[in-house]
């Protein structure tokens, strides 16, 4: 099955900006509705941004739209996550996660591989 790879995460003062990229090996993540996903320990996992397969459709947590922004690289097969804007209650382990649903699913249970996640710290 696909194997999601994170990279980007680090530390950050707020205000400032981070770009998260999500990539996989062997298989094309263009055949796959992705998802980013964060969790603060103690806390539920919340989805923060979501991608339908063609990259045509986006959708945001009310907390981060107009700050974050997902997108696809076709090219270099990725998905990304554009954070800028960034607050202190941004922290969090941030993890990616695919699915093989069609549209923009948008609950943690339809989505069937995850990456092992990068930390995010804004201070």
């Known amino acids: 099955h696909v194997q999601l790879v994170e990279s980007g995460g680090g530390s950050v003062s707020a205000g400032g900006s981070l770009r998260l990229s999500c990539t996989a090996s062997?298989?094309?993540?263009?055949?796959?509705?992705m998802a980013w996903f964060r969790q603060v320990p103690g806390k539920e996992r919340e989805g923060v941004a979501f991608i339908s397969r063609s990259g045509g459709e986006a959708k945001y947590a009310g907390s981060v739209k107009g700050r974050f922004t997902i997108s696809r690289d076709s090219t270099e097969n990725t998905v990304d996550l554009q954070m800028d804007s960034l607050k202190p209650e941004d922290t969090a382990t941030y993890t990616c996660a695919a699915t093989q649903m069609f549209g923009v699913p948008l609950k943690k249970y339809q989505y069937h591989y995850w990456g092992q996640g990068t930390q995010v710290t804004v201070s």
């Open positions: 062997r298989y094309s993540l263009s055949s796959y509705a």
